[in-house]
């Protein structure tokens, strides 16, 4: 079993369970943060939103899943480092790129460079947003209550800065082009891909794609257009 998890086909099998569950985390993140985009009818701009940060941030299960997101990210980085490393070395020396384009997609060519972009857009919307609900805890509270005003940091964010808004907007581009090769790869590398699904886990891989780069994309751009005015 250990040599199983040592080889090759080991590695990507761990790598694309890796990715499943970040492609599920991905679905998670994305619906709780077009939260942004609905408007309560009772509570104030915001509301719905602020309500579901409170949900997430105070369930026990997602506390405990939590850790387990970090080991998942660190673990498909490492995986995903150690195969290019290892396929840089099995290559030769002289590769011709005529062929090298040939034989596949740009995207599955430059899957880790994507992989390391969005690494670097990670680690930004990690400083943005939970370093400082989690650990500076400058966010400010509704009212009287425990509750943190999520949107106002979100929304204040979007709206002082056109920069940062272009930056969210790259970062849902760079994953969708990510995701349109790794969807349906993963499928592969567990076995679950054949001559009559591969062109429809394909298909579903860029779908996939556009709904979840289109889905991060339109959060910027909503108060970018002064919707969330």
């Not at 590695?11 to 990715?19: E, H, R």
């Not at 040939?102 to 680690?123: D, K, Q």
């Amino acid at each position: 079993m250990s040599s199983f998890f040592t080889s090759s086909i080991g590695k990507k099998t761990l790598l694309s369970v890796s990715g499943f569950f970040l492609i599920t985390f991905l679905c998670v993140h994305l619906t709780a943060n077009l939260m942004l985009l609905v408007e309560s009818k009772e509570g104030p701009k915001g509301a719905v939103f602020n309500e579901v940060c409170h949900f997430m941030a105070s369930n026990p299960v997602v506390k405990v899943i939590e850790p387990v997101l970090a080991l998942g990210f660190a673990l498909h980085i490492v995986l995903a480092s150690w195969l290019t490393l290892q396929n840089r070395a099995a290559r030769p020396v002289k590769y011709a790129r005529s062929e090298q384009s040939g034989n596949a997609a740009w995207t599955s060519r430059n899957m880790y460079i994507l992989g390391a972009l969005i690494l670097v857009f990670l680690l930004i919307h990690l400083w943005n947003f939970w370093w400082r609900i989690k650990i500076a805890d400058d966010v400010p509270k509704i009212g009287d209550t425990e509750m943190d005003d999520t949107y106002a940091l979100v929304s204040g964010l979007f709206k002082e800065s056109f920069l940062y808004c272009l930056l969210y907007i790259l970062g849902g581009i760079l994953l969708g082009l990510h995701l349109s090769h790794g969807f349906g790869s993963a499928f592969q590398s567990v076995g679950l891909s054949n001559r009559v699904w591969r062109k429809r886990l394909k298909f579903l891989g860029y779908l996939f794609a556009i709904v979840i780069g289109t889905g991060f994309s339109i959060i910027p751009l909503y108060f970018m257009l002064g919707f969330g005015n």
